[in-house]
Every structure is written in C-alpha cells, then in structure tokens.
C-alpha cells in the first residue's frame, strides 16, 4: 500500500470525523491511535474504516506517534492531528498519489494554516514534514512539539527535512483558537508535560521556548517573556526554531508595552534573519509604540519587500502584504498625510477584498476628505459586495466613523434579524447603543441595552457586561432616575465585582454628599473613590453625557479639572475651553494639561506664535514649581502632558520658522544681491522635521465621532 494517514486522538469526537472526511478519498489506510478517549472517537473513527490502536497516554506525543509507525503497513505515511484537516482534497489527494510513486525524496513538507480566531482572517503559516518514508528508520523525539528525527551511526539524532510537496495540499488547522484551547484545557495540559521536561532539565532551550509559549496561553505573559529571554541565551544560532523564538519574545515584549526593548532585540536579529517579513513588521510597531512613525513605515515596507516566506519562517498572514500594507496605512494616517494613507488602504484593499480594518481605515480618510456620509456608505458597499455578511460590514465601518444618520438604519435592520441572518453581538449592540446616546437618543440607547439584558445569552467578555451596566446606569441618572429604582440593577449587580470602579450605590451616595460641609473627609473618598471615579467621568464624557459628567465630579475641584480636559478629548473643544479659560480668569493659572490643549487649540488655527509661548510658560511653571497638587493631596503624574508640552514647543517653532522662510520671496525681492538659494532646502528640512514630531502623537488623537463633535457637525 502507497498511503497511511496516522492520527492520533483522544477526546477528539467534536473534530475528527472533519479530519477524516478530507483524506478518505485517496489514503490506503487510515490509523488511529487512540490515548483514552471517553466520547465517541473511536466509534466515529471506524466508521471511516479506521484501524484504532490503544494506548495509554503517558504525557508523550512522540510515544504515542511512535506507536503509530510500529504500526505502520504503508510506504509513505502523511502524520495529522484531529484538529486539523486538508484544504481542496480531493483534487490534490490523486495528484499527491502521483508523487509519491515517482518521488526521489524520502520526506516532504506541506504548507499549513493555523487560525488563531474565529473569523478566519488572522492566520499563522509555515512548512513541516508530514510526509515521509514509514521504512527508513524515522521515528519521533519529544514528549510534546514531537520532532521527526533519525539517528546516525555515531548515535546524534538529527531532524528530517524534504522539498516541499507540488500536489498543492493545505493542512489547516485551528486548535490554537481561544475558544478550542479553553475548551480542551491544552494550555495547562502543555504546561504540564513541559515543567516535568524542565524538572530533569531545566537548561533545554527548546523545552523553556515551549514553556513560555505555554504560559502566554494561559495569560501568564510576564513569566513568559523571563522563559523566552532565558531560552535565547541557550539556543544555538543554527537551531530551526530559533528564528520563531525571536518573533514570539518580541511580541510579548510588545505585549507588556516594553517596545525599546523589543526594538532593541529586532534590531540585533533582524542582521540575522533580514527575510523574516514578521521581525521587520513587529519592529515597525516597536517603533511606532516608541512615537518613531516614519522609521514605523520603513519597516513595514521593508516586511513587505521581504516578499514570500521561505518554509523555515512561520509567519503571520499577510506579514509580507496586505497586513503591514494596512499598518503603514495606519501609521500615515497618524502622521495626518491622508492621501497617502487613503491609497495604502486601497492597496491593502486590493489584496485583501473586504478586510474590515482596511475598509474601516479608509472610511477614515473619505471623512477627512471631506466626502459625505452618503457618499462613503456607496463606496463601502460598493468594496464590501463581495463579503458573506456586506449590510453588517458596512454597518461596522459606519459605526467606527460616528456616521450615525448613516449607520443606524443598516443596525436597526440587522438587530431585528432582516439581514445577514447572524446575531448581533453583546459589543456591536453596546457600540450601536453608545452611538445612540451620543446624538442624543438616550431613551432608544436604553432600550437597546435593556433588551440585550433581558436575553441575557449573548455570549461576551465579562468586560462587555460590564460596560453595558455602566452605560444603563449613566442613562437612567442622565433622565434623572436611581439606581435603586432599576428594575435591571439586581442582574446587573455581580458585574461589578472586582472592577476596579466605584459601584453604582457608592456613586449615588458620593451625590448626596455633593456640597455638603466636609464633603472631603468622608470616608467614600479615604477608600480611593476618587481614583474610581475616573472611569465614570471617562464613560459619561464618551457618551456625550457632558452635564452629567460635571454633576459626577460633585464639586471637587480636582474632578472638575479631569472633566474640561475630558470635554476636550472627546471633541466638546470649545465647551471645554470655555471652561478652561474661565478658571484660567478666576485663579490667574493654568495647569500642563489645560495649557495643552488649549495651546493645541491655537496650533490648529495656525497661531503658532501664540501656542508656542502658551506652551513656554507652562514649561516654565512646571520646571520651577515641580508639578502641581495631585489628587487626595498626592504627586498627580504629570509626565506625560510635560512630554507633549515640550514636543508641541518644538513643533510650534518649527511652524514659526516655516512661517518665516515664507517672507523669503520678499527678502529676495528687495535684495538683488541674493538668489535665495537656501530657503528652499530649508523648508523642506523643516517639513520633514514637522512630519517625524507629529508622529510622536504629541496631538490629541481624534476617533470618528469625535472630530463631528470638534468640527460641529451631527453625529
């Protein structure tokens, strides 16, 4: 016989006749080495005329493969897991048959896909060998991540390699999805077998990179990046797995916000591994979490320039395309070149059909063209007509630009269930629900969020709940009801646990107190309410509720500063700098943040001159006085408004000097003598310069329903 398939299982009944199906047509023999199973595997598996061995699971997926091959009664055996199946097999199964007889090789390698979520977009790819020889002696190493190996005649192992197959097989499989790994418990399985690998040797390079892959699985991201930090000190510079350590270390790195580091080990091996398109896009986001956008984009070029992935790399899809084409994008975005940014989108689009972060990106630049509502849902349904669900998408990317009058129809239609016939979810009916409460539907917002509680099934992050609790509350206080009196508060009531926030009865009594003599010392405020009390302040502003956010800061002073600033961020900029300069004449100052953004405010009418001392004076009161009162009498971290002070400086001079190049044509005008030959060069130097501040992100960043609000417009 020609063709074994050898799998092995356990527990496996939800996946495995999936895997089967896919290779019955053209395998000889299919084995299954069962280590236990208590549901229906072996039963589904002999229903596809499956030879099952059983045997007892031992912690080892090698000895459980091995067992496979001493098995074995074919010449080439193709090796699965049950989570996994093959793509078009039917076409590619007689092709790789054809193959194998005629094969020089005696193993070869077939492409894979790993998705790593539900919709199916993001994906990981890579080479293994699957296929090979059953009569050369080969046999597998390894207790979990099992390698094909043989042994040569001075007794070393060494791994098995081969040319790619040309049948055209696909492998795809999807165990390393969240919801498959929780399920199954493979984390902590792994987690297992791995530490009683490390308990005899607690120096393996490899057995400490699957450690940390482990532990970023089950959440535990910290000990995870000590295991990979310790694993690259070990690992030998040739081993084969080396280059996908790098790429793991660096994206926990990037994980716990550690970009400099992250830069700073990419940029080491980037020297090494210059064709891994996923090391020069992870150091274009090191970069760009650094506020180094320009270098950002050179990076995600040079991941696309990169090109195709050669079989050592296991690479993210669309590292070398349409995924670093959409980062640039984003990045040119930030910098504010929208042309450009809006024709990276389109070329991300291209390669891509349908992608809704590109479609969402491009929604972005439309709006800042200036094009209108009407006009941008044409054009997105016209670049989503070939999506499964277009109406939902179209929806999506309304939703994420504020467009309300547009997008509102379109989920009104897909919450009855009229289109696409998909659910909605617990976030896009909160995302619907919060665009309602800010063009003022407060009673429709309610009613949506009440409706998805009464359900109460929807599946959702504990966090979504949450979120929609706080939204309930901030509605029925907005029409001046209480909390007490919500009729939902009881279901809503175990969300709050351990959330960090101030619950809605403590709020309330925080109201009573407003005004009242020694409002401070009462003891809601000793217990770090005030710290709590931010994220209610944040909600109500973001949902446009901006009285009721000054009714929440309840009279204290320090609340009443959060809230202008607030008003400000979330687009209310000239309520906010009303306010602003209303304390500035009532106590003759301004604090670093105050003067930020109202120094950004004159930035954007292009009064450089004035910004800049505003921005100047406030530097100076910094440097002399050391910071300002904190909260509750403590230091309030100032640094990151400091930091945007002083790079705003910088930019308005910049502007200022910009602004004097161009009298140079007068200059040259009344001097005969010069020929203006600098002014030019110089401009353009400044213009460069202006670009690389501005992508420090020193400017407040605005989202779609914002910049309506700033600009005045409807939401």
């Known amino acids: 016989m020609l063709l074994g398939v050898h799998i092995i299982a356990r527990n496996e009944a939800d996946v495995i006749g999936r895997c089967l199906d896919s290779v019955k047509a053209f395998a000889d023999e299919i084995l299954v080495v069962d280590t236990g199973s208590a549901d229906q595997t072996v039963d589904i598996a002999r229903k596809y005329g499956a030879r099952v061995i059983h045997a007892a699971w031992e912690d080892d997926f090698a000895k459980a493969r091995n067992i496979a091959l001493d098995h074995a009664r074919t010449i080439w055996v193709l090796a699965l897991d049950a989570d996994e199946w093959l793509v078009a097999a039917s076409e590619a199964g007689g092709r790789l048959r054809n193959e194998l007889r005629g094969a020089e090789s005696r193993a ?331 063009c003022g539907r407060y009673d429709e917002a309610e009613a949506l969020l009440l409706t998805v509680l009464e359900q109460g099934d929807q599946e959702g992050h504990q966090d979504d709940w949450l979120n929609m609790s706080i939204c309930l509350t901030l509605y029925t206080w907005q029409r001046g009801g209480s909390i007490a009196e919500a009729a939902w508060q009881a279901r809503a009531e175990k969300r709050w646990s351990q959330s960090g926030m101030a619950t809605p009865e403590e709020v309330e009594a925080l109201f009573a107190l407003a005004g009242k003599e020694h409002f401070m010392d009462k003891k809601l405020w000793a217990d770090n309410h005030f710290f709590a009390m931010h994220k209610w302040l944040e909600k109500a502003a973001g949902l446009g509720l901006t009285q009721l956010a000054k009714r929440l800061a309840g009279g204290h002073e320090m609340l009443e500063l959060y809230v202008e600033e607030l008003l400000y961020d979330e687009g209310y900029c000239s309520a906010a700098a009303d306010l602003m300069l209303n304390r500035y004449a009532k106590d003759g100052v301004l604090s670093a943040a105050h003067s930020l953004r109202l120094g950004e405010l004159l930035y954007d009418k292009g009064l450089y001159a004035e910004a800049l001392a505003l921005y100047e004076q406030a530097l100076e009161r910094e440097s002399r006085e050391g910071g300002e009162p904190g909260n509750g009498g403590e230091q309030r971290n100032r640094k990151p408004d400091i930091d945007r002070l002083r790079l705003g400086a910088a930019a308005a001079c910049l502007q200022v000097a910009l602004q004097g190049l161009k009298s140079a044509p007068t200059i040259r005008a009344a001097s005969p003598n010069w020929d203006g030959g600098w002014a030019e060069p110089d401009a353009n130097r400044l213009e460069k310069a202006l670009v690389e501040l501005n992508g420090l992100g020193w400017k407040t960043s605005w989202n779609g329903t914002q910049r309506r609000r700033r600009n005045g417009a409807g939401v």
């Not at 699957?130 to 040569?152: C, M, N, P, S």
């Not at 390393?176 to 040797?201: C, F, H, T, W």
């Not at 959440?219 to 990979?228: I, S």
């Not at 996923?278 to 050179?298: E, W």
């Open 108 to 438: 070869m390698r077939l492409r894979m896909e790993h998705e790593l979520d539900g919709t199916g977009w993001y994906t990981l790819e890579s080479e293994a060998v699957r296929l090979f020889r059953a009569d050369r002696g080969y046999f597998y190493t390894g207790a979990i991540h099992e390698q094909l190996v043989w042994r040569k005649r001075s007794g070393e192992l060494a791994d098995i390699d081969g040319p790619p197959s040309a049948s055209g097989l696909l492998i795809r499989h999807d165990g390393y999805r969240p919801a498959v790994m929780d399920k199954k418990n493979k984390a902590a399985r792994n987690l297992r077998i791995i530490e009683g690998q490390l308990a005899s040797r607690p120096d393996d390079p490899f057995c400490l990179y699957n450690f940390g892959v482990s532990l970023c699985q089950l959440g535990q991201v910290e000990a995870a990046v000590k295991a990979f930090g310790k694993s690259i000190d070990l690992t030998a510079l040739h081993a084969p797995y080396r280059s996908t350590l790098v790429k793991d270390y660096a994206q926990t790195l990037l994980q716990l916000q550690r970009a400099e580091e992250a830069a700073s080990l990419l940029s080491r091996e980037l020297e090494r591994y210059g064709g891994y398109p996923d090391l020069h896009m992870l150091y274009g986001d090191a970069m760009k979490a650094q506020g180094m956008s320009v270098r950002a984009i050179f990076a995600y070029e040079e991941a696309i320039r990169a090109g195709a992935i050669a079989h050592a790399f296991i690479a993210e899809a669309g590292a070398s395309s349409w995924l670093s084409c959409c980062k640039a994008a984003d990045t040119l975005l930030l910098l504010e070149q929208i042309d450009e940014a809006k024709a990276a989108y389109e070329q991300t689009l291209s390669l891509r059909p349908c992608w809704e972060a590109a479609l969402c990106g491009l929604a972005c630049t439309l709006q800042l063209q200036g094009m209108t509502d009407e006009r941008i849902q044409e054009r997105l349904t016209e670049l989503a007509a070939e999506s499964p669900q277009p109406n939902r998408l179209v929806a999506r990317c309304l939703l994420h630009i504020g467009a309300a009058e547009a997008a509102l129809p379109l989920w009104r239609k897909l919450l009855e269930g009229r289109h696409d016939g998909d659910r909605v979810t617990l976030q896009e009916a909160i995302a619907v629900a919060q665009l309602m409460g800010s």
